[in-house]
């Protein structure tokens, strides 16, 4: 059939790379072409030929209150009638950086960026700035931003399409981060033992969320802490997805781990452009112009997504995580059993507003486990639940969302769909 989505991505194809502007968009993991979405409210998307879906999604995250939540809405109208852009300090940006400080355990002290690549990257160069080290630590299958670094066995689109890092990275720039699997606490400490002087931090996902959803396992954020406390070096929580999904105050508040710098992003901007990184004052304070470490960015601070994150916030604190979560648990329990239901394999974790789906019997607690998963299988669960109208993340190494706009209906409605995919064994 000839659509609107696959009219407009031929024509892209034309003029961007990959015709979309984030490859794992592309859906060629899942051997489809990708919709065009032409408008998007609550919790459902509708595509340019006004076919609607249930959206499992959310922006790749930071809609957990749904899309054109009013809200947020109406403050980013008010905040366009005066003006979209200053390149100088705004009265929001302050009263987002209290929200954040007040909200996640770890910061003290905030700097807004463009981006959770942006954020995280400069989190390292502070590291890095503060301790006079240069390695880092990284977990296999971690995604944090594609900054040059962190591309060394990153998850999320670099798994699905299996680069091996990317070409364009010289390798001295990737010597210095030294990989471990997430969960594996003996790693940790053998890493450390073996480089642990020239350490300046350790980055991980305190949730993994782009090699499917994987949880940590008893004692391993503990492990990290302790070690990079042992060592002098400092424990980075990249929290761009755990924060303000997992618990109000991220991943580290639900988990009760106190981490030296946190990379946020998503949530925090309410779907625009957004990210920032944030610690303990005594090390924020060397961020530039207070302190030596230079960091800067002409859109940082935009009214636009400040004021998009500050409504976004301040609705949050009013809502009930506790029964989003309930709700997230009994739908991806019910999915996974009426998958097995069919004879097919399948595990289906779920924590907070975020689940997996991992066609296999074994648990996953690495990216080496989600590779031993059923791609076939997923592949034509995907392609049958799109077709049924519900909106899955095109990878098997993408993380499901809700937001507290997903309703027992919607929720219904997808597990009916859910039972109706055929699969060929």
């Known amino acids: 059939m000839n659509s609107s989505s696959t009219r407009l991505f031929a024509e892209a194809l034309r003029l961007i790379p990959g015709g979309v502007n984030s490859p794992v968009r592309a859906c060629r993991n899942v051997d489809s072409e990708p919709l065009f979405i032409s408008t998007a409210a609550g919790c459902r998307l509708m595509?340019?030929?006004?076919?609607?879906?249930?959206?499992?999604?959310?922006?790749?995250?930071?809609?957990?209150?749904?899309?054109?939540?009013?809200?947020?809405?109406?403050?980013?109208?008010?905040?366009?009638?005066?003006?979209?852009?200053?390149?100088?300090?705004?009265p929001d940006e302050v009263a987002l950086a209290e929200e954040i400080c007040a909200a996640v355990p770890g910061v003290e002290m905030v700097r807004m960026v463009n981006s959770g690549t942006e954020a995280a990257m400069?989190?390292?160069r502070l590291a890095r700035g503060v301790t006079g080290r240069d390695k880092v630590v990284k977990c296999i299958g971690c995604y944090h931003g594609h900054a040059d670094p962190f591309l060394a066995a990153a998850g999320s689109g670099v798994a699905t399409f299996a680069i091996p890092g990317t070409p364009g990275i010289p390798a001295a720039v990737t010597a210095?981060?030294?990989?471990?699997?997430?969960?594996?606490?003996?790693?940790?400490?053998?890493?450390?033992?073996?480089?642990?002087?020239?350490?300046?931090?350790?980055?991980?996902?305190?949730?993994?969320?782009?090699?499917?959803?994987?949880?940590?396992?008893?004692?391993?954020?503990?492990?990290?802490?302790?070690?990079?406390?042992?060592?002098?070096?400092l424990l980075i929580f990249d929290e761009v997805i755990t924060g303000f999904r997992v618990a109000y105050g991220g991943a580290q508040a639900r988990f009760g781990i106190d981490p030296d710098l946190t990379v946020l992003g998503k949530i925090i901007g309410g779907g625009l452009p957004v990210g920032a990184f944030g610690g303990k004052k005594r090390y924020m304070e060397q961020v530039a112009p207070e302190g030596p470490v230079y960091q800067a960015g002409t859109l940082s601070g935009n009214p636009l997504a400040m004021a998009a994150g500050l409504a976004t916030l301040r609705k949050l604190k009013t809502l009930d995580y506790a029964a989003l979560e309930e709700r997230t648990r009994d739908f991806a329990e019910e999915l996974g059993h009426i998958i097995r239901s069919r004879?097919?394999?399948?595990?289906?974790?779920?924590?907070?507003?975020?689940?997996?789906?991992?066609?296999?019997?074994?648990?996953?607690?690495?990216?080496?486990?989600?590779?031993?998963c059923d791609q076939e299988c997923f592949t034509a669960f995907y392609k049958q639940m799109r077709a049924r109208g519900i909106y899955l993340a095109p990878s098997a190494f993408e993380t499901g969302m809700v937001s507290f706009a997903h309703t027992g209906a919607d929720f219904a409605e997808a597990?009916?769909?859910?039972?109706a995919v055929v699969f060929s064994r």
Not at 47 to 76: C, N, Q
Not at 189 to 207: D, L, S
Request: proline share 7%; hydrophobic share 45%.
């Open 122 to 124: 400069s989190a390292l």
């Open 176 to 233: 210095d981060t030294l990989l471990i699997p997430y969960n594996d606490i003996q790693a940790a400490k053998e890493c450390f033992e073996a480089h642990g002087p020239r350490i300046a931090a350790a980055i991980v996902e305190p949730v993994a969320g782009n090699m499917g959803l994987v949880p940590p396992v008893s004692g391993f954020l503990e492990t990290l802490r302790s070690l990079t406390q042992a060592w002098g070096a």
């Open 415 to 419: 597990l009916d769909a859910a039972r």
């Open 343 to 372: 004879g097919v394999p399948v595990r289906t974790p779920s924590l907070a507003s975020m689940f997996g789906i991992f066609f296999g019997e074994r648990e996953v607690r690495n990216l080496e486990d989600t590779r031993q």
């Open 47 to 90: 595509d340019a030929d006004k076919r609607e879906y249930i959206d499992f999604v959310l922006s790749w995250g930071p809609m957990i209150l749904g899309h054109a939540d009013p809200s947020v809405t109406e403050a980013l109208r008010a905040a366009i009638g005066r003006g979209t852009s200053y390149g100088a300090p705004c």
